[in-house]
């Protein structure tokens, strides 16, 4: 079966609403990881999902919505997915998540790569949902290692605290998506690197 | 003295070439570092200025020539002041250069905002620009510590120091732009923290 542009496309499949947004987002996802957000077009997407343009613009109206939509769905599903137990004390919480994280980014690589490609965008409304992604891990760090603060032998002030959490966000983000390109590093020797430099910052005073 | 668009303009003065081309500049970089790309006008700067539009077409042909050449002298700028004395120890060479570069953050405020405008640019060429001057960074860090690889007991893989810098650079680049916008944290307090994380990630490990 082709399509009018004359590819060969996968026979229409009858679908659910909700499965076949799911089917865009997720070639989207693909689309979005691989190409700069300008040089996607929303025609391709048509194509590969088999579908005429007119369906896809009933489900995301411009290609800007689309993309707003993977965004959010892929921060929603990294959000769900790497929020560890809370019964867990600090260090093993921190530990499992930054697990969880690293394992979402391996396994959802497209995905990652795409939600993280909104942090460049200049729609503030793309960004900022993007950035709220990025608070609500922050603020889930922030608020494990403040409830251990004693224990730390914490010596700063809480907007030090604020500065080291998002600084160590940024490490893990550029490590993650560095390492995605270039797997030859284990992903027990990325989680021991970040973990090394998140206590190093926020951690106990080796030496003083 | 009023523009044609009615707006006190300062009376033109006669500059040299090289003088009009770095006001511009400087023009550019307090309106790229205040502004996203797409909210700065070309016109504003040439308001600005007090010049004609023709002039500064002259000098910078595009808005995007323009930018790129903001960012291009922002970037040169910092790698020049921030290159630390190569006779010095690696601790204190280390020290010194991030004693620099948050004395250059903290100097040149609109200068350090507009370069790193520049990583979310949608544009490859100017976020070669960036990057050219954030690799140039790694390089010089990168070489600092390999140098010093067997003091340190450093105990990873040339391809793992690399993730290490790499992160520990977007650290310090998110701590910065941080702290210029709350500067209620000391430049002590952030060099500390800066020097922590790098430490931790890369210098000897503490406890094991």
């Not at 600090?90 to 497209?110: C, I, K, N």
């Not at 605290?161 to 600084?167: T, W």
Request: charged share 25%; net charge negative; with cysteine.
């Amino acid at each position: 079966m082709s399509n009018k542009a004359g590819e060969v496309a996968e026979p229409r499949r009858r679908m659910s609403t909700d499965q076949r947004r799911e089917q865009l987002l997720a070639i989207g996802a693909v689309l979005f990881a691989e190409q700069a957000y300008d040089d996607v077009w929303i025609e391709q997407v048509a194509e590969l999902a088999g579908v005429s343009r007119g369906l896809l613009y009933h489900y995301f109206p411009t290609k800007r919505d689309f993309f707003a939509a993977v965004v959010r769905v892929e921060r929603d599903r990294m959000l769900q997915l790497t929020n560890p137990d809370p019964a867990l004390p600090t260090y093993d919480r921190a530990a499992a998540a930054l697990d969880a994280y690293l394992g979402f980014a391996e396994s959802h690589a497209h995905g990652f790569r795409a939600f993280h490609r909104a942090a460049a965008s200049g729609d503030p409304e793309i960004r900022q949902i993007y950035e709220e992604g990025i608070a609500a891990h922050q603020h889930r760090i922030l608020e494990a290692f403040e409830a251990e603060a004693t224990a730390l032998e914490w010596p700063w002030s809480p907007e030090i605290a604020r500065l080291a959490v998002h600084g160590w966000m940024a490490f893990v983000v550029t490590v993650c998506l560095e390492w995605l390109d270039n797997p030859g590093v284990t992903r027990d020797e990325v989680r021991e690197l970040c973990a090394r430099a998140l206590f190093g910052a926020v951690g106990q005073d080796p030496e003083r």
